[in-house]
T-cell receptor, first 110, second 115 residues
Framework: DAKTTQPTSMDCAEGRAANLPCNHS???????VYWYRQIHSQGPQYIIH???NNETNEMASLIITEDRKSSTLILPHATLRDTAVYYC???????????FGQGTILTVHP | DTEVTQTPKHLVMGMTNKKSLKCEQH?????MYWYKQKAKKPPELMFV???????INESVPSRFSPECPNSSLLNLHLHALQPEDSALYLC??????????????FGPGTRLTVL
């Protein structure tokens, strides 16, 4: 699986959009970008994934650059409950393995 | 039911004890996983089961013994563990490893302490 690079930590004000970047410059054509988050002492939670096109669901939006070498997870209106570690993972869908990097610690403050 | 349950939530064991962790899902998923997470580190894959058969073993020491008795249940048998095995053990499930829309659903984990 391709390696990802994320900032160690980010801050966001409550109610504002949180934009979490991820660099995956060695991504292959058949590799998907997945985002998970882990709130303190809980199991990871799936957020969203995509291959080429931008994706949106009830939790977030995923913007993938045209060359697919980077992506951004957008939480449109961050709340205090969004404080968590956010993991960007690149993997081939045909394999079950999720390889977690160090992730970004997002802190949402009032 | 979109939940993965794990029992127990906490476990303290000595190095000579034998214990088991249990994981259950009723989403009809045919792939199940064990991950290990040390403090302040990301989760690391240990095992993958696909259709109740072990498909991936990430070179895990034999003191960890997985078992998948049926499609809903996954066990992790522990024997002669070391203090460095203390960690959060996470179970996950997904429809199948080979599907594109294949998010993994994680349980809350078992916090294991080895004395």
């Amino acid at each position: 699986d391709a390696k990802t690079t994320q900032p160690t930590s980010m801050d966001c004000a409550e109610g504002r959009a949180a934009n979490l970047p991820c660099n995956h410059s060695t991504i292959s054509g058949n590799e998907y970008v997945y985002w998970y988050r882990q709130i303190h002492s809980q199991g990871p939670q799936y957020i969203i994934h995509g291959l080429k096109n931008n994706e949106t669901n009830e939790m977030a939006s995923l913007i993938i650059t045209e060359d697919r070498k980077s992506s951004t997870l957008i939480l449109p209106h961050a709340t205090l409950r969004d404080t968590a570690v956010y993991y960007c993972i690149v993997r081939v869908a045909s394999y079950g393995k999720l390889t977690f990097g160090q992730g970004t610690i997002l802190t949402v403050h009032p | 039911d979109t939940e993965v349950t794990q029992t127990p939530k906490h476990l303290v064991m000595g190095m000579t004890n034998k214990k088991s962790l249990k994981c259950e899902q009723h989403m009809g998923h045919r792939a199940m996983y064990w991950y290990k997470q040390k403090a302040k580190k990301p989760p690391e894959l240990m095992f993958v089961y696909s259709y109740e058969k072990l498909s991936i073993n990430e070179s895990v020491p034999s003191r960890f013994s997985p078992e998948c008795p049926n499609s809903s249940l996954l066990n992790l048998h522990l024997h002669a563990l070391q203090p460095e095995d203390s960690a959060l053990y996470l179970c996950a499930s997904s429809q199948l490893p080979g599907l594109a829309d294949n998010e993994q659903f994680f349980g809350p984990g078992t916090r294991l302490t080895v004395l």
